[in-house]
């Protein structure tokens, strides 16, 4: 499954952060909310993603 996150490096022309795969996608929970932290495929930057609890479940497997 391809995720796709904002990320804050690779940018468009008006310098908003654009729509990039996640590479790795390590999934965590802390007070009872999902995220997902992983590597930008086109740049190797950091990104970040909140999940519900039904895709959380989805990576985790």
Known sequence: ???????MRCRDAKN???MQV?????????NNR???KGKCAKCGGNMF????KEDAGKLKK
Do not use: I
Not at 1 to 7: P, R, Y
């Open 16 to 18: 908003k952060p654009t």
């Open 49 to 52: 993603k909140f999940l519900s």
């Open 34 to 36: 999902y995220s997902a």
């Open 1 to 7: 499954m391809d995720m796709k996150a904002l990320c």
């Open 22 to 30: 996640m590479l790795d996608p390590k999934v965590t929970e802390k």
